[in-house]
């Protein structure tokens, strides 16, 4: 069965830094896209980064410049670099694959990221 770890939260100043990963494991397929997406209280999940397996990305307008995407697909992992953190950033942050041609879906347990002073 396919299991997403995510780890890397937690609480940081405005303007810091978090690094987010997420593993893969139960499985040797290589999804065609990992992403990540968050969800505040009362607010639908969002899509905030996704990669393709040729690592073509794609961002919300909102971390567009401040947010990076990286893959690992050797090793099935997939982080999220999040420079310059507002507090509008504070969600919980889910991993996400995906594949087009099985549309197979799988979740993380999501993560909590909160960006306070």
């Known amino acids: 069965q396919v299991q997403l770890v995510e780890s890397g939260g937690g609480l940081v100043q405005p303007g810091g830094y978090l690094n987010l990963s997420c593993a893969v494991s139960?499985?040797?397929?290589?999804?065609?896209?990992m992403g990540w997406y968050r969800q505040v209280p009362g607010k639908q999940r969002e899509l905030v980064a996704i990669?393709?397996?040729?690592?073509?990305?794609n961002y919300v307008d909102s971390v567009r410049g401040r947010f990076t995407i990286v893959r690992d697909v050797a090793n099935n992992t997939v982080e999220l670099h999040m420079h310059n953190l507002k507090p509008e950033d504070t969600a919980v942050y889910y991993c996400n694959t995906y594949d087009v041609r099985s549309r197979a879906s799988s979740w993380g347990q999501g993560i909590q990221v909160t960006v306070s002073s």
């Open positions: 990669i393709n397996s040729r690592h073509g990305t």
């Open positions: 139960g499985s040797s397929f290589r999804p065609s896209h």
